[in-house]
């Protein structure tokens, strides 16, 4: 087996053609066939199964799929990490970040990594799940994870600061008028909340509990922007990190008190090369632990 045939198999897998696959990698569809035909042939088994829409890993094509995954992008750490020189770095970095969280930070640091090493090639994705998150750091599939601390926090982890958490609400609200929420004036308030294995709906659950108010959903959703919006449509209040609030709402946030801070932390892939460490040194210069500040209406 060859690293070749991986990424082929992963094209495929991608694209759902072969033909897709041989455009996307630039090169000769029927190189791309035979590489194939080779890989199955010696592993014995079908890769992928051939549908009316294109296509797709059979089983085992999965299981095989997601080992040639772990060691397509080990093998791109691996060529960033040879050929970063003093001045350079290439190759490809794969940053995962926890919903909501470091949504002001990120993007300064990503923006300051690239203007420094415009041919690194950056992955960003956001994933709400804590679980999920620790799955793929376990497989090696990150380069970097921003998340916020939980019991299983990895004891390697590089705590960032703190994510302070406000209250969105919606327009003509009464407690606009204050400087900062009491979380028991919202008692029988209902909640937007989120997705029921993500960090977002664990920090507000336990909020809730923590001050003796018992959760009415009015709804549930998947991103913070999506929460912020329908609170300041009056569906229901939500609890986000501040760095989070979308532009232009931030007359609808206050803080509340008790104040609410999660710690941030990065966890980096074990024996992370020079980009992982170039990201986590921007991360530690944003600002993480400043204290939101609303003005309330007049």
Not at 28 to 40: D, K, M
Not at 74 to 91: C, N, Y
Not at 159 to 187: I, K
Request: hydrophobic share 45%; net charge negative; charged share 20%.
């Amino acid at each position: 087996m060859s690293l070749r045939q991986f990424e082929y198999a992963l094209a495929i897998a991608e694209e759902g053609s072969v033909t897709a696959a041989a455009e996307a990698l630039h090169v000769a569809q029927p190189s791309v066939s035979q590489q194939i035909r080779g890989l199955e042939r010696e592993l014995g088994v079908e890769l992928f199964a051939r549908t009316p829409t294109g296509l797709v890993p059979t089983v085992v094509g999965r299981a095989f799929l997601r080992e040639a995954e772990v060691a397509v992008r080990a093998a791109r750490r691996a060529r960033a990490t040879a050929r970063a020189g003093a001045d350079e770095l290439v190759g490809e970095l794969v940053v995962a970040a926890q919903m909501g969280f470091g949504t002001r930070q990120l993007p300064g640091a990503l923006g300051a990594l690239r203007r420094r090493y415009p041919r690194l090639e950056v992955t960003v994705f956001e994933e709400p799940s804590s679980a999920e998150l620790e799955r793929l750091c376990r497989r090696g599939v990150l380069n970097l994870a921003l998340m916020a601390a939980c019991e299983r926090t990895p004891s390697d982890a590089h705590r960032l600061g703190d994510e302070e958490f406000v209250v969105v609400l919606g327009a003509g609200h009464p407690q606009l008028a204050a400087d900062r929420v009491e979380l028991r004036d919202l008692e029988g308030e209902p909640w937007v909340r989120f997705d029921r294995d993500s960090a977002l709906d664990g920090v507000l659950l336990n909020v809730l509990r923590d001050n003796d108010l018992t959760p009415v959903t009015a709804a549930r959703v998947s991103q913070t922007a999506t929460a912020v919006r329908w609170a300041a449509h009056g569906l229901g209040v939500t609890l986000v990190p501040a760095s989070a609030v979308p532009h232009g709402h931030e007359h609808l946030v206050r803080p509340v008190s008790p104040a609410v801070f999660q710690p941030v932390i990065a966890v980096v892939r074990q024996g992370g090369g020079p980009a992982e460490t170039a990201l986590l040194h921007l991360l530690r210069q944003e600002t993480w632990s400043e204290s939101a500040s609303f003005s309330p209406v007049s």
